[in-house]
């Protein structure tokens, strides 16, 4: 199911759906699998997203999701500093 959420105040789509194969960057045809395995290899900025599958760089709708990929990411590696 498709859940895109309309941000008024900000002007900015949100998608809040979870499902890998949905779209995120609509303008560049990314799907949330492609960002989370780039994520995953170690593409971890939003400056490498960007350089590598061309997120974010059209009309920036999807810019605030793949920050919310990013933080998730960043946040089990700070789970896992504080754990050691
Ligand atoms: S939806 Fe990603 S740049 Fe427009």
Do not use: W
């Amino acid at each position: 199911m498709l859940i895109i959420i309309v941000n008024i105040a900000n002007n900015t789509l949100v998608n809040h759906s979870r499902n890998p194969l949905m779209y995120v960057c609509i303008c560049n045809d990314v799907k949330e699998k492609q960002i989370k395995a780039a994520i995953a290899s170690g593409i971890d900025t939003l400056d490498g997203l960007k350089d590598t599958l061309d997120v974010a760089t059209c009309c920036g709708c999807c810019e605030p999701m793949v920050n919310d990929y990013l933080e998730e990411h960043h946040a089990k590696f700070d789970v896992l500093a504080y754990a050691v």
